[in-house]
T-cell receptor
Framework: QQKVQQSPESLIVPEGAMTSLNCTFS??????FAWYRQHSGKAPKALMS????GEKEEGRFTIHLNKASLHFSLHIRDSQPSDSALYLC???????????FGTGTTVSVSP | EAAVTQSPRSKVAVTGGKVTLSCHQT?????MYWYRQDTGHGLRLIHY???????EKGDIPDGYKASRPSQENFSLILELASLSQTAVYFC????????????FGEGSRLIVV
């Protein structure tokens, strides 16, 4: 059964700094990797996703994927107070019909 | 944008009672999901469906049943609610399965007393 773990559990970053979040997965057959963001009391919302090894950038957000290391990460450049939220990574296998989510990282950006 | 609506948004249930959480989507998506979230934690998959009249077990199906009577509607049923089922429940839909974006409803907060 796929295991998805995130680190750290929580972190506080100053406004304008870089936020780095990590996600590890257990199944080397995993094919799809995504990050979701959930503001307090709200529904999770997709941020970005990647299929292939390497890096993908969208605005202030960058995702890195290393399948051999069973690891992917999310980096947020120039962090803003509005980035304060619970960040969830998610993984699925080829042909998999459901996303398996990680345990979450709570990010607080201090003004 | 995709629309997924859940009802009720909040409910207090008694231990041993029956609870039904409903989900309706207007996205014409084939896949629908029920996840559970405990305070401040990640999402755990309970049941999902990729076609009407058929449901599949997720990672934590014990104590829950699901029903997909139509493409638009997906229900989660707790036949005998227990204290441990106190949580927030999220419904989601997606097009063509997990390699595509999930669109979540606003959640149903269930408190079992």
């Amino acid at each position: 059964q796929q295991k998805v773990q995130q680190s750290p559990e929580s972190l506080i970053v100053p406004e304008g700094a870089m936020t780095s979040l990590n996600c590890t997965f257990s199944d080397s057959a995993s094919q799809y990797f995504a990050w979701y963001r959930q503001h307090s009391g709200k529904a999770p919302k997709a941020l970005m996703s990647i299929f292939s090894n390497g890096e993908k950038e969208e605005g202030r957000f960058t995702i890195h994927l290393n399948k051999a290391s069973l690891h992917f990460s999310l980096h947020i450049r120039d962090s803003q107070p509005s980035d304060s939220a619970l960040y969830l990574c998610a993984v699925s296998m080829q042909g998999g019909r459901a996303l398996i989510f990680g345990t979450g990282t709570t990010v607080s950006v201090s003004p | 944008e995709a629309a997924v609506t859940q009802s009720p948004r909040s409910k207090v249930a008694v231990t041993g009672g029956k609870v039904t959480l409903s989900c309706h989507q207007t996205n014409n998506h084939d896949y629908m999901y029920w996840y559970r979230q405990d305070t401040g934690h990640g999402l755990r998959l309970i049941h999902y469906s990729y076609v009407a009249d058929s449901t599949e077990k997720g990672d934590i199906p014990d104590g829950y049943k699901a029903s997909r009577p139509s493409q638009e509607n997906f229900s989660l049923i707790l036949e005998l609610a227990s204290l441990s089922q106190t949580a927030v429940y999220f419904c989601a839909s997606s097009d063509r399965g997990s390699g595509n974006t999930l669109y979540f409803g606003e959640g149903s907060r269930l408190i079992v007393v």
